[in-house]
């Protein structure tokens, strides 16, 4: 059972359409979608508890790790002596449970450490199926709502008589 996501952030953003579009209007933007997938991700996959997304440096003269809590995703930014690739090394290798961590990545570093560790590796093309599954039945709901709830003119017209009737309208 998978409790933790560990996501290589850039990276993904540049791996995936929808999120990589949002770059054209800022990286924050960027940043924001990819934390808006991840909560639609973790209500198909109830289990995982954090998301902890890791990121290079926001600030080139930062010598530490920033670290944004945003509930369950927990943004980290790597220090400008580092790498989000050298913080996710470590921060697997500091992890107790790496048996119920997943890390998202493309990057061929990060795979071989992550499963070097112990930790399970999420694909970028099976996370973003599940996700694109995910809003397609979301919005396929939404618009079965909306169907239920426009009535025909007919509908409309036998209702009002009903309550016309009911009411002693004439």
């Known amino acids: 059972m ?15 359409p929808e999120l990589e579009v949002k770059l054209d ?23 995982i508890k954090c998301a902890y997304v890791v990121y290079d440096s926001r600030r080139s003269e ?3 790790i920033e670290i944004e809590d945003l509930g369950f995703v927990k943004n980290i930014y790597a220090s400008s002596k580092s790498s989000a690739d050298g913080e ?13 961590v997943a ?16 930790a399970h590796v999420l694909s970028v ?18 618009i079965s709502e909306e169907q239920k709830e426009k009535i025909s003119e007919e509908q ?11 009411w002693a309208i004439k």
Do not use: C, W
């Not at 800022?26 to 289990?47: F, H, I, N």
């Not at 890390?103 to 112990?118: A, E, Q, Y």
């Open 2 to 16: 998978i409790e933790t996501l560990v996501v290589d952030g850039y990276n993904i953003i540049h791996a995936i």
């Open 25 to 47: 209007e800022s990286l924050k933007s960027a940043r924001g979608a990819l934390e808006k997938t991840l909560r639609q991700y973790q209500a198909t996959e109830r289990s």
């Open 62 to 64: 930062k010598n530490e």
């Open 88 to 100: 996710i090394v470590f921060l697997l290798k500091n992890i107790d449970r790496p048996a119920r």
């Open 103 to 118: 890390v998202l990545s493309k990057d061929n570093f990060v795979i071989n450490h992550t499963r070097i560790m112990g």
């Open 125 to 142: 093309g099976a996370f973003h199926k599940k996700i694109t599954k995910h809003k397609r039945r979301t919005n396929e709901a939404r």
């Open 156 to 166: 409309k017209e036998k209702i009002n008589q009903e309550l016309k009737r009911i």
